[in-house]
């Protein structure tokens, strides 16, 4: 992947992580980029076996082919919904980009940061889901530790008030 850019977008599947996908895919990625979903798994979520290879460096890099099938997905534990889906094939096949999966298993604050060095990133988008000061200061924030401590370029993709 050397010499083009690799562009990473934090993913779970929700709204937010979707709208920031999109966002990405309407403002960032070029003909001819990477696209690397980063996802992070809670720690212990995989079963015995083949995960446990895995659990340390995270997964290999799951091409998109691979990724539409329910079977591979299955063994990773992972459910992307089928907007997700839609959306990767279509920007896929439209800016003629590579787009890969990488699964890491911990804490998301600190696996994206390891991601954004170790693929590495060129730049990272993050969606927010708009907790309140409150719900921040309590739970904390990915996308406020990620900004704070990712080494690269980081654009953070807020959800609106009136969106779910």
Not at 11 to 34: E, M, P, Q, T, Y
Request: proline share 5%.
């Amino acid at each position: 992947m050397a010499g083009e850019r690799i562009v990473g977008v934090a993913v779970d599947f929700s709204s937010c992580s979707r709208k920031a996908l999109k966002w990405a895919a309407d403002n960032i990625i070029r003909d001819g980029d990477h696209l690397v979903l980063v996802i992070v798994q809670p720690e212990g979520y995989y079963e015995d076996g083949e995960m446990q290879l895995w659990e340390v460096t995270g997964s290999p890099m799951i091409p998109l082919s691979e990724f539409s099938d329910p079977v591979t997905m299955k063994k990773y534990g992972l459910k992307p919904d089928p907007e997700t889906l839609d959306l990767l094939n279509t920007v896929a096949h439209q800016k003629e980009i590579v787009v890969v999966l990488k699964i890491y298993w911990g804490d998301a604050r600190e696996k994206i940061c390891e991601a954004i060095d170790k693929i590495p990133l060129s730049c990272l988008v993050i969606g927010n889901r708009g907790l309140g000061k409150v719900k921040r200061a309590i739970m904390g924030s990915v996308s406020n530790y990620v900004v704070n401590n990712g080494s690269c370029p980081i654009t953070v993709v807020k959800q609106s008030d009136h969106e779910p």
